[in-house]
């Protein structure tokens, strides 16, 4: 692996606008191949961050520049377009996201890496980390990133047997101009970010734009499990690539403790039919799936600690999420709250019979405990992280429960700065708890 030449972009200019995760390292990646850039964010302490940047607002004074790229959070058509994208559209000027320039930049070097681009609504990041993690397991240099991070102009220069491996939101397609996926994998779709796209059938063409540009030697892979990819499969039948159909129903292989649930059979059937495209034989996919160690805070396992497993499904935001996670394991010590979305929890109602006892934190605490009431589940309102993992811990003793799950349905800001920041501490918490367990000798 190796970075691109300094000089790469020379005589380029481009706008930079949005300077967060996507954006910072897109200025300073283009920067860095020579190119010239302007870049701004609205917000003056992401800009103080970018300090060294040539920082000049692209929707004042001239606008010449090659291209405008905007972050992915950015919209330039729904709701409303932010006025650098007004000034590009009005000058003609393409508006990209840094998954393109990244593809440029790849090309321009001269390496004929390929590319695996990986969308759908639920999903993306597990299927990119889990094909990235094949790929490697079968010896081949591999770069993963863009939308889970990290950013698509922060991935090493990969010579021509290296594959791209990148997670790709909708905002990231809708801004592509020139990138050719080899492998390009839509998982599923349901209605979310209807607000950026107008409606579902806007979303959906959004989402089916990571086929766009296939030939004949591409392969499209397409789950089949929802009824807007089986219409995209029969569009996808009339274009070049080679098609192929995924189902979370069908699997040939045995996933390891880091993929369970129906959705995971889902990632894996996509990771595995794009690692076969790629020549990865079907001995390295088996051995890859049971090592597959999982994403922080998606059902990671953290630690057992005398039988009582300790699970870190922080990102489980919303019931939907955690749902997922619930259905996993038949009884079970529940960690949740914070900051409930609409409905709360009840469309977890059904799951609550595998509670065996919860523990309750964060601002909507409340809520949660007046449904979990209703329903008969035992509970017990401890207000933090820092209370709960040793009265979970201390319930799953007592209820003979072997597992304890944090998945708390609810977002983390009022006690925490993300999900992220609540999935550490939880684990941190849990990892405490094991080495005072280990000291004690044993419970
Ligand atoms: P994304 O990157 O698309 O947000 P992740 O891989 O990060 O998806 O998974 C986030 C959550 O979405 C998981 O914890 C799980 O609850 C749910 N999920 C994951 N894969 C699927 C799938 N194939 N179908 C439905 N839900 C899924």
């Excluded at 920067?31 to 970018?50: F, H, I, L, Q, Y």
């Excluded at 072997?402 to 998945?407: E, K, N, R, W």
Aim: aromatic share 6%; with cysteine.
């Amino acid at each position: 692996m190796s970075t691109f030449a300094p000089t790469l972009f020379s005589g380029k200019r481009y706008a930079v606008v949005g300077l967060g995760k996507n954006g910072l390292p897109a200025a300073l990646g283009l920067r860095a191949m020579g190119a010239e850039v302007t870049a701004w964010d609205d917000n003056p302490a992401s800009r103080d961050a970018a300090s060294g940047l040539d920082l000049r607002d692209p929707a004042e004074g001239k606008f010449d520049y090659d291209a405008l790229v905007l972050s992915p959070g950015i919209p330039h058509r729904l709701p409303k377009p932010h006025p650098a994208a007004e000034r590009a559209i009005a000058a003609g000027v393409p508006i990209l996201s840094d998954v393109e320039l990244l593809f440029q930049a790849v090309r321009a070097s001269g390496s004929r890496a390929r590319f695996a681009g990986i969308t759908g609504t639920n999903g993306k990041s597990t299927t990119t980390a889990l094909l990235a993690h094949l790929l490697d397991r079968a010896g081949v240099p591999v770069a993963a990133g863009a939308n889970l991070g990290p950013a698509a102009l922060s991935l090493p220069l990969l010579p021509h047997h290296g594959v791209y491996v990148l997670e790709m939101s909708s905002y990231m397609l809708e801004r592509l101009a020139s990138v050719r996926f080899d492998a390009a994998v839509m998982l599923n779709l349901s209605a979310d970010h209807i607000d950026r796209h107008g409606d579902m059938a806007g979303y959906a063409m959004a989402k089916r734009a990571i086929f766009d540009r296939q030939r004949s030697e591409d392969v499209a892979v397409i789950g089949v499990d929802d009824p807007a990819c089986r219409d995209i499969a029969a569009w996808l039948d009339t274009g070049p690539a080679r098609v192929v159909r995924i189902s979370g129903a069908e699997n040939a292989f045995t996933l390891g403790a880091a993929l369970p649930g129906a959705h995971n059979a889902q990632n894996a059937a996509a990771a595995i039919a794009v690692a076969r495209c790629f020549g990865v034989s079907d001995d390295v996919i088996a051995a890859g799936l049971l090592s597959y160690p999982g994403l922080p805070h998606r059902q990671q396992r953290i630690v057992t600690v005398d039988g009582v497993t300790f699970i870190n499904d922080s990102k489980a935001t919303n019931a939907d999420a955690a749902e997922r996670a619930l259905v996993c394991y038949d009884r079970l010590i529940w960690i949740a709250g914070g900051m409930a979305k609409q409905g709360g929890i009840e469309p977890l109602v059904p799951l609550f019979r595998r509670i065996a006892h919860a523990l309750l934190i964060g601002r909507d605490a409340a809520d949660l405990a007046a449904t979990l009431t209703r329903h008969g589940v035992p509970f017990d309102m401890v207000g933090t992280l820092e209370a709960a993992v040793p009265a979970a811990f201390a319930a799953a003793r007592s209820e003979n429960s072997p597992i304890v799950l944090l998945s708390p349905a609810c977002a983390s800001f009022d006690q925490f700065t993300g999900y992220d920041r609540r999935g550490d501490r939880f684990a941190e918490l849990a990892g405490a708890l094991a080495t005072a367990t280990v000291q004690q000798g044993g419970v």
